[in-house]
Structures are given as structure tokens and as C-alpha cells.
Nanobody, 123 residues
């Protein structure tokens, strides 16, 4: 069982940066791939990026590539989403998710979810 708690959301202006954190409880955090997803009002939950459990390799949606960076600190059971050059279209509730030993880009592939944190980017 893994419990996830996101933090760090807020209201920022376009062009600003923001870092989200996702703290995990439970054992074997290092064996879980971690994904970030987001959901804007009236839209489906969409893939933002993921970091693998083994090599720490990352994969990003095209819409955030070169602006967002995912990292993890297994000693702290925490995964981060560094967001730079934020745009109004990045406004959404951001969720972290965990999947045992395998990453993916579909929300259906993840086993555990946090409650989400709101990010609002004003123009």
C-alpha cells in the first residue's frame, strides 16, 4: 500500500516557475515508477511525465517537454515536478501516481494516486 500527498501548488503568473512535491508513505518506494498527471476543468486527466523506478529515466508529454523536469529522492520517498516557463494552459489540478516496477502514460496503468494540488497560471 502506498499513500501519496502532493504539495506546492498555487497561483503564479505566466513565465513563473513552481515545484510540486509528492511525498509517499509505505515501503519500497524505490520500486515504484512515479507519474505526474493533470486535469483541467471539463477535460480528461492527461499525462505530464513519468520517472522510472530503476534507472530514473524520464519521459514527458510534448506539451511540457523542455519546460518540466521530474526527479525523485528515494531516501526521502519524494518525487518532484519542477515546472518552468509556466503558461495559462498549464492550469490544472496536478496529481502524482505510483505504479509498481513499471511506468506508463495512461492513468489506468497506475495503482495509487494522491489527492491533487491546484496550479493556476494567470496571464
Amino acid at each position: 500500500q502506498v499513500q501519496l500527498v502532493e504539495s506546492g501548488g498555487g497561483l503564479v503568473q505566466a513565465g513563473d516557475s513552481l515545484t510540486l512535491s509528492c511525498a509517499a508513505s509505505g515501503r519500497s518506494f524505490s520500486r515504484y515508477a512515479m507519474g505526474w498527471f493533470r486535469q483541467a476543468p471539463g477535460k480528461e486527466r492527461e499525462f505530464v511525465g513519468t520517472i522510472s523506478w530503476s534507472s530514473g529515466s524520464t519521459n514527458y508529454a510534448n506539451s511540457v517537454k523542455d519546460r518540466f523536469t521530474i526527479s525523485r529522492d528515494n531516501a526521502k520517498n519524494t518525487v518532484y515536478l519542477q515546472m518552468n516557463s509556466l503558461k495559462p494552459e498549464d492550469t490544472a489540478v496536478y496529481y502524482c501516481a505510483a505504479r509498481y516496477r513499471s511506468d506508463g502514460s495512461s492513468p489506468n496503468e497506475y495503482d495509487y494516486w494522491g489527492q491533487g494540488t491546484q496550479v493556476t497560471v494567470s496571464s
